[in-house]
Structure formats: structure tokens, C-alpha cells
């Protein structure tokens, strides 16, 4: 189910890093287990406030979510990388209110983010007497460009990188709808850990080819059609290049350029959500050079007012 992070804090969009975390604190406040205790429903608003407080006081994060929102988001940042260098751990400090304690029970024995560090990854001690986690090898971070249809339909493709000076080959699934910026994780193929933990992962930021036929905003597609000066005035029919091939539809009496002929849910087919939409753009040619017969109509027609 898509957050609205914003939301769960009760803000709206564009909202300051002060009102931020100002938000945060009041209801982290208000739902913190030691003022709740065996209370589920504060335990969970506690886990939800918290998640979406280090997405938004962080500067990259807060600008990947508002560039992209959650779906596009969560396709680039898992759990882990969400509690990657956070701490909220003065928040409480100053009111004397647990913070190791809790994220043992609270996030499912996690390393606590309200002291310092990062819950899912670092080395180092959680609390007195914690657990102790192994540090993550380096993320790295790849481009790689996909053809628009692609993009779009998903599917399968293999590639070539380099790790340890050696090459590798990996088949990696595309997921429908893609866009240029998001990046596809591939767990364990970064960074050898220094310390015997887990390795990294590889990132592949995604660059969608042009297509010559299609363009994207969104799930939408948009598609240019032409249609000549008589077509426009009395109307016509037409083919709408579509994912599935060409389609022939009707084009009313009296549209004009730019006018746009809509086929719903002919658009990208999202892992989540509704259906695009397929808007054929119109364009009404006007011819350059015209017959004597094309040239006499077109008198005959402008002293009747066409």
C-alpha cells in the first residue's frame, strides 16, 4: 500500500526540515512505547511516524520521495538504506525517554537508530550491552540503458560489470514501467565487507532510450498522428501506433492541431496501480504546394467563408 510520509506526519508537501522534525517530535512524543506500554496500535503509529521521519529529514532521501513519490522511492530504497545513518536519538534524550530498549522490541531486534547509527547496517554496540552486526561491503552504482519498450513492457536482460577485476554476467528482470533515474538493487553483487559482513549491492540506474513513436510522462503515452486539412474539418479515421500495434480509430469533425484522441488503458501497465492512458496527438498537415483543382476548391471555399 503506497505511505504518504508527509501525511502520517499530518504536513503537506514541501514542508521545512523545522516543521519536519517538529512533527516528528510531538507525535513521537505522543506514541513512544514507554508512554505506551503493551499498546499495540501507538507501537505501530511509532514504527510508522518514525520511518517516514528518516526519509524526510533527510536531504537526498526527501528529494529521491518528492521527485519520484513512494512507488518510485521504494524501487530505490529498501528498509535498510531508509535507517542508513539516521539518529533521533537527542529527541528523547532530553525528555529521559528510552531509545535502545525500545528498537529491540519496537523494529524486530534491529540495531536502535535513536542512539546513533544505522539500525540495518554499521558495526558498533546497541545500547550497554547490544548486539554487534557486521559492516556492509560498498554499494556500487552502475548506469544502464534500456530500450523505451522495455522500459515500459518489462522484461529480462543480461549484463556485463566489473568487481574485484573480474568480469561478471548477471540476467537482471526489468520491471514494468521503469524511468530513467530509478535504480534497480541487485543484492550482494557490490562490495566485498572489510570485516567479514554481508557485500554490498549493485545499484543500476536505469537511462530509458528515446523511441521514435512514443514518449512518457508518467504511466501515459503520447503518440503524434497527422491528419490532412479535410480530415480535421469533416472528420476521419486514423492509425494510432499502440504498444500492441497499430489501431484504427475515429477523429471527430473540427479538431485541430494538438487536439488529442485518448485510448484508455492502452498506456503502461503498472506493477501497482491503474492503468495508463494512450493520447494520440493530432497534427493537421497543411500542404505546401497545391494542385490547380486542390487550388480552386479552396477559393470556392474561402468566399464561403471556410
Known sequence: MAKDYY?????????????????????????????????KKAEEKFKEITEAYAVLSDPEKKRQYDQFGDAGFHQRYSQEDIYRNFDVGDIFREFGLGNEDIFGSVFGGRRS????????????SCGGGGVHRAVKGQDFVMKLSIPFRQAV????????????????????RIPAGVESGQRLRVAGKGGQSPAGGPAGDLLLEIEVDADP??????????????IPFSGACLGTSVEIPTLDGNKRVKVPPGITSGGKIRLAGFGIVPRK??????????????????????????????????
Open 273 to 306: 496501480g491503474p492503468k495508463g492512458d494512450l493520447y494520440a496527438i493530432v497534427e493537421v498537415t497543411v500542404p505546401k504546394k497545391l494542385t490547380d483543382e486542390q487550388q480552386k476548391l479552396l477559393e470556392e471555399l474561402k468566399e464561403a467563408g471556410l
Open 113 to 124: 537508530p535513536f542512539g546513533g547509527g544505522n539500525p540495518f547496517g554499521g558495526g558498533g
Open 153 to 172: 513492457l518489462g522484461g529480462e536482460r543480461r549484463i556485463d560489470y566489473r568487481r574485484d577485476g573480474l568480469v561478471e554476467q548477471l540476467q537482471v
Open 7 to 39: 501525511a502520517v506526519l499530518g504536513l503537506k508537501k514541501g514542508a521545512s526540515a523545522d516543521e519536519i522534525k517538529k512533527a516528528y517530535r510531538k507525535q513521537a512524543l505522543k506514541y513512544h512505547p514507554d508512554k505506551n506500554p503493551d499498546n
Open 213 to 226: 513513436n512514443f514518449s512518457r510522462e508518467g504511466n501515459n503515452l503520447y503518440a503524434k498522428v497527422q
